[in-house]
């Protein structure tokens, strides 16, 4: 099921809004991608999309935090590098997955369950002899979308109120 923006979650501030509205759009994209036989250049390629604009989108809101002497940029910035270096661990997973994945196989099958947090440990863990598939892409899809969801209707609106005094800013 795709990710939609809601209303909710917006932090009162066009660019940040914009910003996530398209991170959203990308694990949309990388979601249909392992649904879809034979797509992985565009899963490799968005996955990348994905890493790269999130530091970007990560840069931009420290910065308008930064402006705005929003007082949890320290915790937030804190987040970001935790966001970052777990995303580049599920890309380095993803990466392995499609490396090794067989073309006759197909993830349309997998089952959909919730992810707990050990197996998002188990996930992350780097371990060389932990042999990953593709019943594995689908939990960490769902990790990446639980992030997105978590970072912005927890961690970023509480920039909400601070923002609200600095409506044009960055906008």
């Not at 990308?26 to 999130?54: F, K």
């Not at 007082?71 to 090794?100: A, F, N, Y």
Request: charged content about 30%; some cysteine.
């Amino acid at each position: 099921m795709a990710l939609i923006w809601r209303k909710q979650m917006s932090v009162g501030n066009t660019l940040i809004d914009d910003e996530h509205r398209y991170l959203i759009c990308l694990i949309n994209t990388i979601e249909l991608a392992i649904r879809t036989d034979d797509a992985h250049d565009i899963l490799a390629t968005t996955l990348e999309q994905l890493v790269e604009y999130t530091q970007i989108h990560f840069d931009t809101e420290e910065q308008i935090q930064l402006k705005i002497k929003y007082p949890g940029l320290e915790e937030h910035k804190k987040e970001h590098k935790k966001i970052m270096q777990d995303l580049h661990e599920v890309k380095k997973k993803l990466d392995k997955i499609l490396s090794t994945k067989k073309s006759t196989n197909s993830t349309a099958a997998v089952p959909q369950k919730d992810i707990t947090d050990s197996e998002i440990e188990q996930l992350l863990e780097d371990d060389p002899d932990t042999q990953l598939d593709e019943s594995d892409l689908t939990p960490l899809i769902k990790l990446m979308r639980r992030w997105i969801i978590e970072h912005v209707l927890g961690t970023d609106m509480k920039m909400k109120p601070y923002l609200a005094n600095h409506h044009s800013l960055f906008s």
